[in-house]
């Protein structure tokens, strides 16, 4: 069929219906049964790339062959569509309303558009299973889908709809069991005719605009039935009043990305049957109610980003399911129990930025299955249990503490997970352990900020992963590693604020995908580097407060990323890489060198060419004008005029002498008969006002 007329197949094949239906039909075995034409119709209205829908053809008398088509086999009426996952498009149409006897249509991930289809609103002939999501449908939800009251399951999940979803729509849900309307762009409040869905195991109203404050004491609470509550990510305000324990076999509830405020219901220990719990980025206050202890199958508890105060239960191991503790962002007190090493089924341990004090327990060692430990922004001391680095962990995060000693050298099962490491702003002393280098996954080192007194072991370019190096201001010494960058992959160095002498290694060029090199504040010495110029990705340069001299390599100006750039207060000279932000850095970037050519900067502009030998006509002419203040003749003057030709005569001759004697030497002495070079300038200036506040430009001029 052709796309581009479906008015026309719609309008051709349901005529032939009706002339059919008013002749008193055919059967089932009629030439063009309704469940055909239906279909046929259907598929008029969609673009079809990979051919799933070949075939389909109104050359058949029964579409039950048909792929993607399902039929009772006691009536051979079509009773299920599924056509999920094919790259459709095209809307759906009216053809669907023929299907009298279609219990599931599921046309879920595809490209359908337009509005939900009048032809869904008038099927009510029990119609239990309806999945349109993950497609590009759009407008609202019409008031009359509410008729269909036999269906069981509705998901319109990832669409565009978008409005209030309007009041009625749930008057006739007696039979609805599971309902999804996430991610759309619905708004306006909850629906307050939801309540009367009695049957309802699962609802999700995830990622949408609702707002307003739900009523849960005398609706959702009334959902004895409901299994999953997500209403995350959307604007709904309010508190949660105590009555969740009628809920009885409720599993998941999930209430984060919203604004609800006050304290958690103190009955929320009573849903014994609790699995998962989020209710994190709200404005919760008030402790932990202790009925949580009694949730004995919970194993994903997550309130972080709130304003959750009191102290750190210490009741948390009798929770002794759980998987993931999730805890940042509020306002917790005290230290970790000991006996939270009971928790052997913990993965993921998240306390960041509280107020929690005290060592961190060693019984954590005993968590075998831990991969994640976060307990960055405490007030934490002591030193890093050994033990922990024996375990298979992914992430650590102690930064922005106050522990001390030293940094524990890992194990072999460390070695092979770790991703991420981050101990910075602590009070960490001693060597950083060579064993680092065997980290094959490492992705990001932090050590920033710390008193490690140590120098940079050589093992930190074994690393065949790790992006970002930071070990800013941490009293490190020595020079820096030549095979730092042997893997390739680094994209950030920082090591500013230490005491690292030498030079920049000109191995520093094999790091093609660093974007951010900083090694400001130290003692480095010597030139930069001409193996920067390679860096095409990189975007920052600070080399600000070190000893770095000679000249900037010309080749750094090819460097078309870089967005910033600091070298100033170094004992560089000579002139500025042209191209590139050299030339638009400001003052505070460039001053403090010995030399540097630039008209923001005042002293001398030291170049390191051959010192060039430059006259001025001009000058000549000047004195001629004395004389002739003086009443000399016009012959006088000839005169001088030919004292000026002979000096440039015996300048020339001079330089030819001067080459002859050069090569006389060079034959005598079997050297190369190059001589040395400089430049003869020629310049007026009377002419050339410029050279006093920019002198460089005579070099462009030499002969």
Same mark, same amino acid.
């Given at each position: ?54 075939? =389909? ?6 579409? &039950?062959? =048909? ?68 497609? &590009?449908? @759009? ?33 006739? &849900?007696? @039979? ?44 959702? =609470? ?130 960041? $930025? ?167 504040? $130290? ?74 050519? @630039? ?15 430059? !006259? ?27 004292? !000026? ?45 410029? =050279? ?12």
């Amino acid at each position: 069929m052709m796309v581009g007329f479906p008015w026309l197949v719609s309008y051709l094949l349901l005529s032939v219906s009706a002339l059919l239906n008013c002749n008193g039909g055919y059967g089932v075995s009629a030439l063009l049964n309704d469940d055909v034409l239906g279909l046929i119709v259907f598929k008029s209205d969609l673009h079809d790339p990979y051919s799933n829908l070949a075939s =389909w053809s109104e050359d058949d008398d029964s579409p &039950c062959s =048909w792929r993607f088509v399902e039929c009772n086999p006691a009536t051979g009426r079509v009773n299920g569509v599924l056509l999920d996952g094919l790259s459709l498009s095209g809307k759906i149409g009216r053809g669907l309303e023929k299907l009298q006897y279609l219990k599931v249509l599921s046309l879920s991930h595809n490209n359908f558009s337009g509005s939900v289809s009048p032809a869904l609103e008038l099927n009510d002939n029990g119609l239990e299973r309806l999945n349109l999501s993950h497609n &590009c449908l @759009s407008g609202v939800i019409p008031t009359s889908l509410g008729h269909m009251s036999s269906i069981r399951f509705l998901d319109l999940s990832e669409n565009s709809l978008s409005g209030p979803v309007p009041d009625n729509l749930f008057d006739n &849900c007696f @039979s609805l069991h599971y309902l999804s309307l996430a991610r759309n762009m619905f708004e306006g409040p909850i629906p307050s005719s939801l309540s009367k869905c009695s049957l309802l195991n699962s609802l999700n109203l995830s990622s949408n605009h609702f707002s307003g404050n739900p009523d849960f004491s005398s609706g959702i =609470w009334s959902m004895k039935r409901l299994r999953t509550l997500d209403l995350s990510s959307n604007l709904l305000s309010g508190s949660l009043p105590d009555g969740i324990s009628a809920i009885d076999y409720l599993k998941e509830i999930f209430l984060m990305g919203n604004q609800f405020s006050g304290p958690l219901p103190a009955d929320i220990g009573v849903c014994l049957h609790l699995n998962r719990l989020d209710f994190s980025d709200n404005l919760f206050t008030g402790a932990l109610p202790e009925s949580l202890q009694r949730l004995n199958s919970l194993t994903f508890f997550g309130v972080s980003n709130n304003m959750l105060t009191g102290e750190f239960p210490q009741w948390i191991s009798k929770m002794n399911s759980l998987e993931y503790i999730e805890l940042s962002g509020n306002g917790f007190t005290g230290s970790l129990p000991s006996s939270i090493g009971d928790l052997r089924s913990l993965k993921c341990l998240s306390l960041s $930025n509280n107020k929690l004090t005290g060592n961190i327990p060693v019984s954590l060692v005993s968590c075998t299955k831990l991969s994640v430990i976060r307990l960055r922004g405490n007030s934490f001391n002591g030193s890093i249990p050994e033990g922990l680095f024996g375990l298979g962990l992914e992430e650590v995060d102690f930064s922005h503490n106050e522990l001390m000693g030293s940094i524990p050298p890992g194990s072999s099962k460390l070695f092979e997970t770790l991703l991420t490491l981050d101990l910075s702003r602590n009070n960490l002393q001693g060597n950083i352990p060579a064993e680092l280098g065997l980290l094959s996954n490492l992705r990001y080192l932090n050590l920033s900020w710390n008193n490690l007194q140590s120098r940079m072991p050589p093992e930190l370019g074994f690393f065949q992963n790790l992006t970002i190096i930071d070990i800013r201001n941490s009293d490190l010494y020595g020079s820096i590693p030549r095979d730092i960058c042997d893997s390739g992959s680094l994209k950030i160095l920082q090591l500013d604020g230490n005491l690292l002498n030498g030079s920049i290694p000109e191995d520093i060029g094999n790091c093609t995908s660093l974007y951010m090199l900083s090694l400001s504040h $130290n003692n480095l010495s010597g030139s930069i580097p001409m193996s920067i110029s390679k860096l095409i990705k990189l975007k920052i340069l600070k080399l600000e407060f070190n000893e770095l001299s000679g000249e900037i390599p010309q080749e750094l100006g090819r460097l078309e990323n870089l967005l910033a750039a600091n070298i100033s207060y170094n004992r560089l000279t000579g002139r500025l890489p042209v191209g590139s932000i050299f030339l638009e850095l400001d003052k505070s970037s460039l001053q403090g060198n010995l030399g540097l050519c @630039s008209p923001l900067l005042k002293g001398p502009c030291k170049m390191n060419v051959s010192k060039p030998l430059v !006259f001025d006509p001009s000058a000549y002419i000047n004195q001629i004008s004395d004389h002739r203040r003086r009443n000399e003749s016009s012959i006088a003057s000839t005169s001088h005029h030919h004292m !000026f030709l002979s000096l440039s005569v015996i300048i020339a001759k001079a330089s030819i002498c001067g080459t002859m004697l050069w090569k006389a030497c060079a034959q005598a002495l079997q050297v190369p008969e190059v001589p040395p070079t400089g430049k003869l300038i020629m310049f007026d200036s009377q002419s050339s006002s410029d =050279w006093i506040s920019n002198p460089e430009s005579l070099l462009d001029n030499g002969l």
